[in-house]
């Protein structure tokens, strides 16, 4: 039997902030506690120490955060980091389908996937949805590396049999094959799940697409991951393909694929239908707002997802955002906000990316709070890494203040240690990396 005990500052939240009070009792701020957990899962968060049969893990002023929950980036991509180009399509067939094309090779897409998931534990993400490629080897690679570290993964083989070059178009019969053969394979395997993935409308069929919506219907607990609404030229281009739909998100329930299962990433360009068609249906988005300022996408309203009751978690989006690091995605999607003249809390950027998160998938009882039951799933940051940042902090007028200053200068520099299920999967190194 485990028992590890952690001593810092702890928080987490109890329900849905809102999104412009950074006074709201939704928070929950536990400093000088000890978090104990047995067998990796979290037993207690206490501020009495335990006794000397816990193994003790001090670390007196650093904030100790549930593992970030990332609903929306490419493994693959992390080969476009950074890549000029133009808006979406033109970057797609640019930099994008050229690097997916490479995972085709089993050796390299068991590499890409090994640094993809080491990268995400170093910047603090413990729990991702991701898009791998068409191939069916770029999916078993990252099953494989996920279940080596323990982390919570939902992945599957990206659908797209046409406006592809040949080189990544698939078809329905081998894609049907490829996905039962993988849902057979790693579905409910220790704490990884598959999800139905069309990349986006434009590049399924209507046969592709019904033969997703025949996979969620015919196995229990699938998830499904898409692009909505990302781009304007994008949505003239949905509704030129399929014009007996309302809306670019009308072709997803069209085709069965909506549903509390569903995740949807961007969402920029939707009505107040097509929220309430979210609500409705269960289905969430994933605000990428990294992403949506790097490819010039957008402003995503989020007091009018959160309105309607859609619900709202974080996605980096690498490579059309610029890193894994989820603090530095939520800064953006501060300042998203604030381009729109709206103002955000710390609060309704971090629950997003914890909370938000497990319950957009449906996974609170195991990710996203410190709540006793859950596993322990934690990241142990820093809030200062240079002289600077420690006076900033010095001089903060309130936790609010001060959290939001680590949120908005932190980075992946910040993070002290990765904790997945009680055991440490990262540590920050002592010297810098060289190349």
């Known amino acids: 039997m485990s028992q590890i005990a952690i001593y810092g500052n702890f928080l987490d939240f109890t329900g849905l902030p809102a999104l412009g009070d950074p006074a709201d009792a939704a928070v929950r701020w536990r400093p000088d506690h000890w978090l104990l957990a047995r067998d990796g899962r979290v037993v207690a968060v206490q501020a009495d120490e335990p006794g000397d049969d816990w193994q003790k893990q001090r670390h007196p002023g650093r904030l100790i955060l549930p593992g970030f929950v990332d609903t ?3 493994s693959a991509q992390i080969d476009v980091l950074g890549a000029w180009g133009t808006a979406l399509l033109d970057w797609l067939e640019t930099h994008t389908f050229p690097a997916e094309s490479r995972m085709a090779d089993a050796a390299h897409a068991a590499m890409i ?10 910047s603090g993400t413990t729990t991702a949805m ?6 069916k080897v770029s999916v078993d690679a990252l099953f494989t590396a996920a279940q080596a570290r323990g982390m919570r993964l939902i992945t599957g083989k990206v659908l797209m049999d046409r406006h592809a070059p040949d080189y990544l178009r698939d078809d329905v019969t081998g894609a049907r094959a490829d996905c039962e053969a993988l849902i057979a394979q790693w579905h409910g395997r220790g704490r990884l799940a598959y999800a139905v993935t069309p990349r986006f409308a434009p590049t399924s069929t209507d046969a592709q697409l019904a033969m997703a919506g025949e996979l969620m219907a015919r196995h229990e607990g699938l998830y499904m991951q898409t692009h909505v609404a990302e781009n304007t030229d994008e949505v003239a281009w949905v509704a030129q393909l399929f014009p007996q739909a309302r809306s670019y998100l009308d072709v997803y329930r069209h085709f069965g694929l909506l549903g509390p299962r569903a995740m949807l990433a961007h969402g920029i360009w939707l009505d ?5 068609l979210l ?6 988005l994933s605000h990428c707002p990294s992403s949506n300022l790097f490819l010039g996408s957008g402003l995503f309203d989020w007091p009018a997802a959160q309105a309607a009751g859609t619900a709202v978690s974080m996605g980096c989006d690498v490579g059309g955002g610029t890193s894994l690091s989820m603090l530095r995605t939520l800064a953006d999607g501060y300042k998203v906000q604030a381009m729109a003249g709206r103002r955000i809390t710390a609060w309704a950027l971090l629950h997003a990316a914890t909370l938000g998160g497990a319950n957009a998938l449906g996974l609170a009882h195991e990710i996203g709070s410190f709540n006793a039951g859950t596993l322990a799933d934690l990241v142990i940051w820093d809030l200062a890494a240079d002289p600077v940042q420690q006076r900033r902090q010095a001089v903060a007028r309130d936790l609010h203040d001060a959290i939001f200053a680590w949120l908005t200068l932190g980075d992946e520099r910040h993070v002290v240690a990765t904790v997945v299920a009680g055991e440490l999967r990262y540590q920050r190194p002592a010297t810098p990396f060289t190349a």
């Open 279 to 284: 609500a409705d249906s269960g289905a969430a």
């Open 72 to 74: 929306h980036v490419h």
């Open 113 to 122: 996937s090994n640094l993809f998931l080491d990268g995400l534990l170093a």
């Open 130 to 135: 991701v898009f791998p490629t068409v191939h």
């Open 272 to 276: 107040d239908a097509d929220r309430q």
